[in-house]
């Protein structure tokens, strides 16, 4: 993945979810990554739940991989 200036947003479409929307907040602090994972409102952007936070990884692909699983463990909880 090619980022190059940080914070970067990435969204993740939710199936089944018409006006809600997964955002990932990337940022780089030094040689590591964080990420903040919210579920966003998909016009106005606004925090509907704060998921969690990642930090400290060292590679971007892995904090994007696991804020994505952070996203899918929460929705399964939740819909449980």
């Known amino acids: 993945m090619q980022v ?8 993740v479409e939710l199936k089944g979810e018409e ?6 907040s ?4 030094h040689k590591n ?3 903040e994972v919210d579920i966003v ?7 509907w739940a704060h998921v969690g ?3 400290n990884v060292p590679d971007l692909d892995e904090a994007t991989y ?8 929460y929705l399964k909880k939740f819909k449980s």
């Open 4 to 11: 190059r200036e940080f914070p970067a947003e990435f969204f």
């Open 41 to 47: 409102q998909k016009e106005s952007k606004k925090i």
């Open 26 to 29: 990337v940022n780089k602090m």
């Open 19 to 24: 006006f809600l929307v997964g955002r990932l």
């Open 33 to 35: 990554f964080w990420v």
């Open 66 to 73: 696991q804020s994505v699983q952070l996203l899918s463990d």
């Open 53 to 55: 936070d990642i930090h």
